[in-house]
């Protein structure tokens, strides 16, 4: 394993930390053996927060064997009442939550418990404004849910492998581990192949060449249509909807948690007179209407 300093504290965190989104559909056992492996293969920074709230328990078993050795990041506002995922800014039930699911782990703190979601250009900036202040930042998803591995889903029309991007993230200011979910212990596998991935197998440099395949119309999430009259944040809406799509149920209820949903469009032509790539954004926002109904 390779680690990175935190700059505050100089903790050593493992470059491959694990995300627990998809763990819900594994069995109890899988769901420990996952954790007991990554911990073997030195990870030691974990996202403790599932899709769903039904593998918490067997999370927890696994947790109590490596608690001293591992960091645990949890998101404040998750909420599991109904059993899947959920979300609040209310800070009474936030906290009651928080507190219930550090018992469901079984440990009695967390490391880390914060959750950011914003544009690429805000990220970027709030990245190099972490990078000054010494902050050490969590990649999550950085996958994009899974379509950055599939042309047809990709934004560029063609496929990254799992290392390049992770070495894309890893690059980032301020980044001290990327978090992937896995689903099981092959994705876990899968993963750790990065550790032994040549310099040649890292490089991502081929993204360059991939720009001009943005042209196509498909949204990248770049914002460049802003601003839009109906407060729609149109990168975000349709980053959610992408997901969604792909089956990423926190993304789902992301969108369904905004302020302004895409049944608000009320069909300007703005974002399509603006976007750089071609998109129809205007028909897309009819699409994604009907796709979650609001
Ligand atoms: S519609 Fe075009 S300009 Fe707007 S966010 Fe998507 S790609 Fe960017
Ligand atoms: S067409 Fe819809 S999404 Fe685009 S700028 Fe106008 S109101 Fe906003």
Redesign the pocket.
């Known amino acids: 394993m390779e680690y990175r300093a935190l700059p505050h504290g100089g903790e050593k965190i493992s470059v491959i930390g694990l995300g627990s989104a998809g763990l819900h559909n594994a069995s109890d056992a899988e769901v420990e053996r996952t954790i007991d492996e990554a911990v073997d293969a030195g990870v030691n920074h974990f996202d403790f927060i599932p899709s769903e709230s039904r593998p918490l328990a067997a999370m927890g078993r696994a947790l109590r064997r490596h608690r001293a050795d591992v960091h645990v990041q949890v998101h404040i506002g998750a909420l599991y009442g109904s059993g899947a995922y959920g979300w609040t800014t209310d800070a009474k039930p936030a906290i009651a939550e928080f507190e219930q699911r550090l018992t469901a782990i079984g440990t009695d703190y967390a490391d880390e418990s914060e959750y950011g979601k914003g544009e690429a250009a805000d990220r970027m900036e709030l990245l190099c404004e972490f990078e000054r202040a010494g902050i050490g930042v969590s990649v999550m998803k950085p996958f994009a849910g899974g379509q950055l591995l599939d042309a047809a889903q990709s934004p560029f029309g063609r496929v990254l492998t799992r290392t390049q991007c992770i070495q894309y993230a890893l690059d980032k200011p301020g980044v001290v581990t990327v978090l992937p979910g896995v689903h099981d212990l092959a994705d876990l596998r899968d993963l750790l192949g990065y550790l032994d991935a040549t310099p040649e197998e890292r490089d991502y440099s081929e993204l360059a060449s991939m720009a001009p395949q943005?042209r196509e119309a498909?949204?990248?999430?770049?914002?460049?249509?802003?601003p839009c009259p109906s407060g729609i944040q149109?990168?975000l809406v349709?980053k959610y909807y992408d997901l969604a799509r792909v089956g990423d149920e926190l993304a789902a209820e992301h969108y369904r948690n905004l302020e302004h949903h895409a049944g608000e469009c009320v069909g300007c032509g703005h974002?399509?007179s603006?976007?750089?790539?071609?998109?129809a954004?205007s028909s897309?926002m009819c699409e994604i209407a009907a796709y979650f109904g609001m």
């Open positions: 943005s498909r949204c990248v999430y770049c914002n460049h249509c802003q149109v990168g349709n974002c399509d603006r976007c750089p790539f071609g998109v954004q897309r």
